[in-house]
T-cell receptor, first 111, second 112 residues
Framework: QKEVEQDPGPLSVPEGAIVSLNCTYS??????FMWYRQYSRKGPELLMY????GNKEDGRFTAQVDKSSKYISLFIRDSQPSDSATYLC???????????FGTGTKLQVIP | EADIYQTPRYLVIGTGKKITLECSQT?????MYWYQQDPGMELHLIHY???????EKGDLSSESTVSRIRTEHFPLTLESARPSHTSQYLC???????????FGPGTRLLVL
């Protein structure tokens, strides 16, 4: 079993929809959580970074961590065609431990 | 945008050739990483480094080698390229302790 599980999609939504992307994890030592966006044939770019449980908002993006249920979410409001990409969640326990990435969810926002 | 660079961006090469993929970052990050990613597939960590003269193998077995002589430079070498090495190679760096990794644009390698 992977330490970070993510539905690969693809997920297709109409423009303007609220998108919910989710990951689950099994390692209770994870404290740092990240979301990356990767456009086709590009490197991933960091979208959101959160520490421990709670919410973090940045523009149309909200990252949510529920450590009690080991659940990570990314919400995208007013989705745009430019949001079409693969979204990867990632988790880390700190120190010299490696970051564990999910497999990525491919999102398509249809105009 | 993160200051991490990879060259070449695209490389087509014949079987048996030696190749070096370059990666440089100007952020002064101690940690650097190499990932392999096939189209539409997950990232696989193949090498990482905690700092100068430190290199470790990642989760995915790879026939490549790396070196870290300078903080900003982390090249990856394939002594004898094979078609099975065809993939995208992504370099990343991170700052301790947040571990937010910043990725380069990638090198797409095709071995004929």
């Amino acid at each position: 079993q992977k330490e970070v599980e993510q539905d690969p999609g693809p997920l297709s939504v109409p423009e303007g929809a609220i998108v919910s992307l989710n990951c689950t994890y099994s390692n209770s030592a994870f404290q740092y959580f990240m979301w990356y966006r990767q456009y086709s044939r590009k490197g991933p770019e960091l979208l959101m970074y959160t520490y421990s449980s709670g919410n973090k908002e940045d523009g149309r993006f909200t990252a949510q961590v529920d450590k009690s249920s080991k659940y990570i979410s990314l919400f995208i409001r007013d989705s745009q065609p430019s949001d079409s990409a693969t979204y990867l969640c990632a988790a880390h326990s700190g120190g010299y431990q490696k970051v564990t990435f999910g497999t990525g969810t491919k999102l398509q926002v249809i105009p | 945008e993160a200051d991490i660079y990879q060259t070449p961006r695209y490389l087509v090469i014949g079987t048996g050739k030696k190749i070096t993929l370059e990666c440089s970052q100007t952020m002064g990050h101690d940690k650097m990483y190499w990932y392999q990613q096939d189209p539409g597939m997950e990232l696989h960590l193949i090498h990482y480094s905690y700092g100068v003269n430190s290199t470790e193998k990642g989760d995915l077995s790879s026939e490549s080698t790396v070196s870290r002589i300078r903080t900003e430079h982390f090249p990856l070498t394939l002594e004898s390229a094979r078609p099975s090495h065809t993939s995208q190679y992504l370099c990343a760096s991170s700052e301790w302790p947040k571990e937010t990794q910043y990725f380069g644009p990638g090198t797409r390698l095709l071995v004929l």
